[in-house]
């Protein structure tokens, strides 16, 4: 079946984009606002895109026209977040900082979560996460309807102790930080429990296997 997306709506689409794009990985981030509130929330329009530089993007929404998210305004101002990863343990907990509080309200507090200052950054990291990346506003670009992808870049990178097998070699134990992705729908979500390894192939044995 085909969906033509220059006719749908735009819930139509996120509904095709969301069901089918899956699993996300979930930016659970922190930001501050000017006057230094604390702010967290999840994104799963979320993803690495570089390592020279090191990139990551966020596609931030607005709740309604003339009113973008707390997250997308306080980067729009301060230039600097924190982007925590999810894993199962925290699921819950993120699922409360996802509630569409006014920005009066700080949702680490309201989720029970523990921040704890960064080292490049103002905004804090959140201590029950497994991994945060400190970041700094490379650029947003802003698509409209008050839509902004946020691209950002890693200052710095916090790995629990316990998930790194050899810090100089940058060997981590991916399995053990049992991070969640996001599903379709408004609530469904995956473990990464469920790996297959495939070796690459390089092209001489690929050449040689079809000489054979
Ligand atoms: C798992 C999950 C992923 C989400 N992903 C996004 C997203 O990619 N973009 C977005 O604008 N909102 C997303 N949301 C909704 C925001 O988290 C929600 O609107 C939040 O209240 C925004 O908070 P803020 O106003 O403090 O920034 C997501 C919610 C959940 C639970």
């Given amino acids: 079946m085909e969906f033509d997306f220059t006719t749908l709506s735009a819930s139509q689409r996120y509904k095709l984009l969301v069901s089918t794009i899956v699993p996300r ?5 922190v930001s501050l606002d000017a006057a230094g509130k604390l702010n967290a929330a999840p994104f799963s329009f979320f993803n690495a895109f570089s390592q020279d530089p090191p990139v990551v993007c966020i596609g931030i929404g607005g709740r309604h026209p003339g009113d973008v998210k707390d997250t997308g305004n306080n980067i729009r101002v301060t230039g600097e977040f924190v982007v925590n990863l999810v894993s199962f343990a925290n699921a819950e907990q993120m699922n409360i900082t996802a509630i569409e509080f006014g920005p009066e309200v700080d949702e680490l507090a309201e989720a029970g979560l523990t921040p704890i200052p960064s080292v490049r950054v103002k905004p ?3 201590a029950e996460s497994p991994v945060s990346m400190e970041c700094e506003r490379l650029m947003t670009i802003e698509l409209g309807n008050e839509r902004a992808l946020v691209l ?14 050899d810090a100089a ?9 049992d991070l969640i992705g996001r599903m379709h729908g408004r609530g469904f979500y995956t473990r990464t429990r469920d790996q297959f390894e495939m070796p690459r192939i390089p092209v001489e044995d690929w050449q040689l296997r079809n000489t054979d």
Avoid: E
Wanted: include cysteine; proline fraction near 10%; aromatic fraction near 6%.
């Fill in 25 to 29: 990985p979930i930016a659970w981030v």
């Fill in 124 to 126: 804090p990291r959140i």
């Fill in 152 to 165: 950002g870049k890693v200052l710095l990178m916090h790995i629990r102790d316990d998930a790194v097998i």
């Fill in 169 to 177: 070699k940058c060997y981590i134990d991916t399995p053990k930080l």
